[in-house]
């Protein structure tokens, strides 16, 4: 099972950009789609970004869309997600999940830990 380390959320005022990163175990990267997944404080966990396997097929929730953008660095064993123009209602615990040869919009069957984005007005 791969494990996942997720980094570079913090706090940020409207209209800022973030970039989180989520670095990978083990060898088997390359077959893994990988996804980043945001709970907010009350709210269920939802799917903002998602990347297949074969790393050619990326997704996003309409929320995110135009703002965000994931890619996977093979090299580095590591996904990333580029958030822009960023709002209050992004504020949330984002996660990276990862899903054995699984599509762009990968179901969790692993998880990080997660990392805090806190975006002001």
């Keep these: 099972q791969v494990q996942l380390v997720e980094s ?5 005022q409207a209209g800022g950009s973030l970039r989180l990163s989520c670095v990978t175990s083990g060898r088997t990267f ?7 997944f945001r709970q907010a404080p009350g709210k269920e966990r939802e799917f903002v970004a998602g990347i297949d396997w074969t790393g050619t097929s990326t ?3 309409d929320s995110v869309k135009g703002r965000s953008t994931i890619e996977r660095d093979s090299a580095k064993n590591t996904v990333y997600l580029q958030m822009n123009s960023l709002k209050p209602e992004d504020t949330a615990i984002y996660y990276c999940a990862a899903q054995l040869f ?3 919009q990968p179901v969790g069957n692993s998880w990080g830990q997660g990392t805090q984005v806190t975006v002001s007005s």
């Design 59 to 61: 997704y996003y929730a």
């Design 102 to 104: 699984g599509p762009a």
């Design 8 to 12: 570079g959320g913090g706090l940020v």
């Design 30 to 36: 390359s077959r893994y789609a990988l996804g980043w």
